[in-house]
């Protein structure tokens, strides 16, 4: 699945479409990233970060800055997921807010295999083994879920549990994990439908010829937000196996990616990302099915 920048534009509410997010990835990252030994530890105490700007912790992202990643299109304002776990990462670096600073850079720009203006970007990029021969990731700071698209009034608005969509009509893209995850996880009695496109589901559903799409959770705020007028995501289906993931990107061999992973490493085991994830992500209508 690709992240169309086209999509982004269309969007006051949602940085993320559906060709988004590219291929799996494990949580661990290349070997380059993952030392956090004695010797990465004091590789990555402040004084001894090579940066950009010498006392200042870069971060890239791209304009605009799409809810509910980012808040107001302002980066620098701590609100929104990817905005805050930016900030987390600086901490846990040894960078108060105040000493980092944002950097404007295309989606493209940021993962192309070329010299980068940032220290790490943060722009909802999957991390992926053919971007991992041009940029380095850190680990992941977010697990990409699957998530049940519908309209206010429909069948299955309001559900609360997978078992609660047994007897509903769904459909998603094929040969997509979306797909995979009707057939695994919720196991309908009604054979699921199968899309060329995610846009002929999205059709398919605004005439009410399915009860819901299941796709990944970033293309379903897309679609709630700027293809269906009355569109509401039911929730978020459990993760299972190896997720997609969202990783900081780095320049290629950077000695900042070790600092970077263990520190987001360093969040997921403390919570943090958990308590970001419910307070950016469910709040903003993407509550986990049970």
Not at 213 to 237: C, E, H, R, S
């Amino acid at each position: 699945m690709q992240r169309p920048r086209l999509a982004l534009a269309a969007v006051a509410t949602i940085a993320v479409a559906a060709l988004g997010a590219c291929g799996s990835s494990a949580t661990s990252n290349t070997p380059a990233a993952a030392g956090t030994g004695t010797a990465a530890g004091d590789a990555c105490a402040k004084g001894s970060l090579t940066l950009v700007t010498p006392g200042k912790l870069t971060v890239g992202t791209d304009k605009p800055a799409y809810e509910p990643w980012f808040s107001n299109d302002d980066p620098s304002n701590g609100k929104g997921y990817e905005s805050a776990v930016a900030f987390a990462i600086g901490e846990k670096l040894g960078f108060p807010k105040a000493d980092v600073t944002w950097t404007v850079v295309p989606f493209n720009s940021a993962i192309a295999p070329a010299p980068k203006a940032f220290d790490f970007d943060v722009n909802q990029i999957s991390i992926s083994e053919e971007r991992r021969k041009a940029v380095d990731f850190s680990s992941g700071y977010y697990d990409v879920r699957q998530a049940v698209v519908t309209y206010k009034g429909s069948p299955i608005d309001g559900k609360t549990t997978v078992a609660d969509l047994k007897g509903a009509d769904l459909g998603a893209q094929v040969g997509t994990t979306s797909y995979k995850a009707i057939t695994d996880q919720i196991q309908p009695t009604n054979d699921p439908k199968v899309f060329d496109t995610n846009d002929l589901a999205v059709q398919a559903l605004k005439n009410k010829q399915i009860d819901g799409i299941v796709v990944d959770v970033p293309t379903a705020f897309y679609m709630t937000a700027a293809q269906l007028d009355d569109g509401v995501i039911v929730g978020q289906l459990p993760a299972t196996g190896t997720p997609e993931q969202f990783g900081a990107v780095l320049d290629k061999g950077s000695a900042l990616t070790p600092c970077v992973t263990k520190a987001v490493d360093a969040l997921r085991a403390d919570g943090t990302l958990d308590k970001l994830q419910q307070e950016y992500l469910a709040n903003a209508g993407a509550p986990e099915l049970k």
